[in-house]
């Protein structure tokens, strides 16, 4: 069992004892994309923050930016492995999220998942602290019901290639539940709907990043299948906001509630708004479809209405002009660095 102590600045792992430290949030997979605007987040609200990640699928430079800020610690750390940090709250947003991030070590994508949630609820059983998980809507995997209310139990494949996956944070809910009937820990699942906006990287593979990338080198935008499976997408600050109510909601408040933006459009059309918003010489490509890829997905919201008082108001036209700029940036960045380095060679 590996024991952390908050401290001032920005540090690497230490072994040493655990002191109580009010206020603390502790963001497992705070280098990734979403985790590093929570921290983000966490610290404008006044926190002390700790960012726990083994940077498989996140980034140091995802949060190098918080690194002068005294209240931010990084903790590089495997949640597959215990680990005890004092925190009031805790975020366990460790996990690949793209599909093809968390199809390519399946087995430990689920193990990740699972164990992952048996130490961050271990850690919060000792503790005390609210704990946060960030399901997904996977869970309901290729839905006979639209839009999804968090009551449907889904369709998922448990042998499929995205199993590892839908199953693990399928798993990592029932362990929540279970931890919160057994032993009264306070649990927070939010089941998180596709969501975009800068810091995704550039080769993750999800659709926005693809086609995006795609967009501003003009090469084509790859369409998996007919392209009229549907999906509904959320901006990032939108729904580090829905997080941020949850965790404070009362101790009634568990959910499971859904996070995300309720506009629903197919990949198709979203291939069109891209190419128009980067004013792109793209072609639209099919590429044949995936295993077991969820025809249609929109969240019904209306539980995280009531509960939290939480809507999205990020349109998706902004969100993705957002995030066409931060990749424009990146790509613009490297085109200079690349053209710098062969200058001085
Ligand atoms: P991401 O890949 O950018 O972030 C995941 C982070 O977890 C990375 O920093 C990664 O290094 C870290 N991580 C992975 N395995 C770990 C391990 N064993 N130990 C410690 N750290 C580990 O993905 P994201 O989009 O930011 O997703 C964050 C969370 O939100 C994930 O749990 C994901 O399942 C969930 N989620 C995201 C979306 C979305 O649309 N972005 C949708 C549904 C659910
Ligand atoms: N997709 C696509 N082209 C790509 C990447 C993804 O058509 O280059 C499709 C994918 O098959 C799925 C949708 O876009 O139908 C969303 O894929 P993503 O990987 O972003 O998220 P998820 O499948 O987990 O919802």
Redesign the pocket.
């Known amino acids: 069992m590996r024991s952390f102590v908050p401290s001032e600045g920005y540090s690497e792992v230490t072994d040493m004892p655990v002191r109580k430290e009010l206020g603390t949030a502790l963001v497992?997979?705070?280098?990734?994309?979403?985790?590093s605007h929570l921290c983000e987040r966490l610290l404008q609200r006044g926190h002390r923050v700790i960012c726990?990640?083994?940077?498989?699928?996140?980034r140091r430079v995802n949060v190098d930016h918080l690194a002068s800020n005294a209240r931010f610690q990084l903790v590089e750390?495997?949640?597959?492995q215990p680990f005890d940090i004092e925190a009031s709250l805790i975020f366990n947003?460790?996990?690949?999220?793209?599909p093809p991030?968390y199809q390519r070590d399946p087995v430990g994508t689920l193990l990740?998942n699972v164990l992952?949630a048996v130490n961050t609820l271990d850690c919060a059983r000792k503790t005390g602290a609210v704990v946060v998980q960030?399901?997904?809507?996977?869970v309901y995997g290729d839905p006979n019901q639209s839009p999804q209310q968090e009551s449907y139990c889904g369709n998922v494949n448990p042998i499929g290639p995205r199993a590892c996956?839908d199953e693990g944070?399928r798993s990592a809910e029932t362990l929540f539940f279970d931890y919160h009937r057994t032993y009264g820990v306070d649990i927070k699942v939010g089941r998180?709907?596709?969501?975009?906006g800068p810091r995704?990287?550039l080769d993750?593979g999800r659709v926005v990043s693809n086609f995006i990338v795609q967009a501003l080198r003009n090469a084509d935008l790859t369409i998996y299948g007919d392209g009229q499976q549907t999906r509904s997408f959320c901006y990032v600050d939108d729904l580090v906001e829905g997080f941020l109510r949850f965790s404070a909601a009362g101790n009634t408040c568990h959910g499971p509630i859904n996070l995300g933006n309720p506009a629903e459009i197919t990949v198709r059309r979203l291939a069109e708004i891209v190419r128009d918003l980067t004013n792109s010489r793209s072609q639209i490509v099919h590429l044949p479809a995936v295993t077991d890829d969820p025809r249609q997905r929109r969240p019904d919201i209306s539980r995280a209405m009531a509960d939290l008082g939480w809507q999205p108001c990020i349109g998706l036209e902004t969100g993705l002009a957002r995030t066409v700029d931060y990749f424009d940036g990146l790509l613009t960045g490297a085109k200079k660095a690349g053209a710098e380095k062969a200058e001085v060679v």
Request: proline share 2%.
């Open positions: 497992n997979g705070g280098a990734g994309f979403l985790g726990l990640d083994n940077f498989s699928t996140g750390h495997d949640v597959r947003f460790a996990s690949p999220a793209s991030d990740t992952g960030s399901s997904t809507s996977e996956y944070k998180i709907f596709n969501t975009y995704m990287r993750d």
